[in-house]
């Protein structure tokens, strides 16, 4: 009986890792679990459910909810998903809430709340609107969010609808645009707390966090 030996062409001499190899091996050791928890019920859902559909399932799992709660609220509702989620927990929690007319210590205070718990924070201020803005122009000059509706309908030629479930199809193009406009406008702010960094934004830390598990 003759008996043949499987090599593996990893154990060969100079073997190089592949792409492939790696996205193998991303799915096995680095499989990872998301929850993003939105102020809005639909705005902000919509877009990253949208943005969820590029993600290869394989590799990260993705649950989106929007509660239609304030600021606080929203970080109190993270950790009591998180908790039920106990002993088996999301890898990675982000929330995302707007400044709105909140008062100024209950946005800084949700942000302080939520970077305690090791939440990632995708704010904005005023607006989430203001993402997508920056998707067409760099705007450094304070707003307020029934302020957006405008330049946006002028850029997109068309009147925006708040809800619509396209947004991020028709901003994907431009996304690379929008990330550098809102980190040269965090850049501006580095000695501002939140509440007084209008306009600024953090959604783009998620989208490129989220970005990151494309495959090529």
Request: net charge positive; proline share 5%.
């Amino acid at each position: 009986m003759s008996c043949k030996t499987k090599f593996s062409k990893k154990s060969w001499p100079g073997y190089k890792t592949t792409q492939s190899d790696k996205r193998i091996f991303r799915v096995r050791k680095e499989r990872q679990r998301y929850l993003i928890v939105c102020e809005g019920e639909k705005t902000e859902p919509n877009y990253f459910e949208a943005l969820k559909k590029k993600l290869p399932r394989g590799v990260i799992e993705v649950e989106i909810l929007g509660i239609g709660e304030n600021t606080l609220s929203i970080v109190k509702f993270a950790k009591k998903i998180q908790k039920k989620k106990i002993p088996d927990p999301y890898d990675k929690v982000w929330v995302v809430f707007d400044k709105d007319s909140f008062p100024a210590s209950d946005f800084d205070n949700a942000i302080h709340s939520a970077e305690s718990n090791n939440f990632g924070c995708a704010w904005s201020n005023e607006a989430f609107e203001l993402w997508y803005l920056l998707h067409f122009e760099y705007r450094n000059t304070g707003m307020a969010r029934d302020e957006y509706k405008k330049p946006l309908s002028r850029h997109l030629n068309k009147e925006y609808q708040k809800n619509d479930p396209a947004m991020h199809k028709k901003l994907e193009s431009k996304q690379e645009t929008a990330i550098r406009n809102a980190e040269k406008l965090l850049r501006q702010h580095t000695d501002l707390t939140p509440s007084k960094s209008n306009p600024a934004t953090k959604v783009h830390l998620l989208v490129k966090e989220l970005n990151e598990y494309k495959e090529n």
